[in-house]
């Protein structure tokens, strides 16, 4: 948060995504988190309207962990729905000791994966971050959350470029000599 987003409450909401916030807030009390004692709880909103939710899954080797909203977007499309139109995060502290902190935002991988799951029907995704016993909720649009992002239509024009490349092969020759000069340093 850049303290330019206006905070909200639940009163705040309408009635879908007040129920959406909820959602993720109590599917939280389902995290495997014995490492960090941090519960995240994530629900997505399909555009047929339905609700799927995740939470976070630790592991021991911490790099493995997996985020409640990648699980999810995961579950969502497991059941046959890759898109979504909205998605809530909340999150808290429960060991050592109960404990609600900030408004939780998605990580950057996170965002890259809401941004994918939103982005064949470009709608931008909105996207509810909580705290702990949302009290307090900033809404985002994920093109805020990921600025200029990377999907697939820079892989589609990445495409088209190199066909174009292929078509005069003179370029490729350069590119090619270019690339032998990096590779003596
Ligand atoms: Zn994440």
């Not at 129920?19 to 555009?47: D, H, I, M, W």
């Not at 979504?84 to 109960?98: H, L, M, T």
């Not at 994918?116 to 705290?131: I, L, M, R, W």
Request: charged residues 20%.
């Amino acid at each position: 948060m850049n303290g330019k987003q206006k905070i909200l409450t639940l009163s705040d909401l309408s009635p879908v995504d007040r129920r959406l916030c909820e959602k993720a807030r109590n599917v939280a009390q389902n995290a495997y988190a014995p490492y960090s004692g941090f519960a995240v709880g994530a629900a997505v909103r399909t555009p047929s309207g339905g609700i799927v939710c995740g939470t976070n899954f630790e592991n021991a080797s911490y790099g493995l962990s997996i985020c409640a909203e990648m699980a999810a977007i995961a579950s969502a499309n497991s059941s046959g729905e890759s898109r979504i139109a909205a998605i809530a995060v909340a999150g808290y502290k429960f060991a050592p000791e109960p404990k609600i902190i900030g408004i939780v935002t998605p990580c950057g991988r996170c965002r890259q994966i809401i941004w994918e799951a939103g982005s064949s029907t470009k709608e931008h995704v909105k996207v509810f971050c909580c705290n702990g016993d949302l009290s307090q909720i900033v809404v985002y649009g994920i093109e805020e959350l990921l600025p200029d992002a990377f999907d697939g239509d820079e892989l589609q024009r990445f495409r088209l470029e190199k066909r174009a490349a292929e078509d005069v092969p003179q370029s490729i020759e350069n590119m090619n000599a270019t690339a032998s000069r990096k590779r003596v340093c």
